[in-house]
């Protein structure tokens, strides 16, 4: 069974902080690994990762991938409350779907 | 472009009826796959469909079915409801059928069951 577990579950940080959000994986035969953003609707995409150590950036987000130690990180910084929001991480393995973990509540305040 | 769409978008849905859900997948995706999210057990697989064949089926019940057809709209059915069905259904497109592609999500139907 494809086990992801996202950490911290939650956290409150002020505008213009810089957030940290981790992803550890356990999966047969790794795809990809996706970020999503989720605000009371549809989970938005935000990065796609399949190789180690290569960092993919958008604006002030920015993510990579640790196939070795089976983990991902994404980075936020110079918060917006903009940037309030539930982060879901997913792996992708050989079987055509993907296993989320349970994500990440990100609060910014003003 | 147009996104994922889904219909309906809300319904409520009386203990022992069906419901039927409908997504059209980006224009040029074939892969459509369906997830069930509620918050307790947070997003889960449903199943999964290319070229209007079932590729893979999470673990729920039988009265949860889907199909593709031949235009890679698909539907989602689930019979004899219970209030536990009660959740945001999501579907998904990706363009090919291998992995590694970029999965877009609808903005999901949300299910009430009374």
């Known amino acids: 069974e494809d086990k992801v577990v996202q950490s911290p579950l939650s956290l409150v940080v002020h505008e213009g902080d810089t957030v940290t959000l981790n992803c550890s994986y356990e999966v047969t035969n790794f795809r990809s690994l996706l970020w999503y953003k989720q605000e009371k609707k549809a989970p938005t995409f935000l990065f796609m990762l399949t190789s180690s150590g290569i960092e993919k950036k958008s604006g002030r987000l920015s993510s990579i991938l640790d196939k070795k130690e089976l983990f991902s990180i994404l980075n936020i910084t110079a918060t917006q409350t903009g940037d309030s929001a539930i982060y879901l991480c997913a792996v992708e393995g050989d079987d055509y779907k993907l296993s989320f973990g349970a994500g990440t509540t990100v609060t910014v305040r003003a | 472009k147009a996104g994922v769409t889904q219909t309906p978008r809300y319904l409520i849905k009386t203990r022992g009826q069906q419901v039927t859900l409908s997504c059209s997948p980006i224009s040029g995706h074939r892969s459509v796959s369906w997830y069930q999210q509620t918050p307790g057990q947070g997003l889960q697989f449903l199943f999964e469909?290319?070229?209007?064949?079932?590729?893979n089926k999470g673990n729920f019940p039988g009265r949860f079915s889907g199909r593709q057809f031949s235009n890679s709209r698909s539907e989602m059915n689930v019979s004899t409801l219970e209030l536990g069905d009660s959740a945001l259904y999501l579907c998904?497109?990706?363009?090919?059928?291998?992995?590694?592609?970029?999965?877009?999500f609808g903005e999901g139907s949300w299910l009430t069951v009374v």
């Open positions: 998904a497109s990706s363009s090919l059928a291998g992995f590694g592609n970029t999965i877009y």
């Open positions: 469909y290319f070229s209007e064949t079932q590729r």
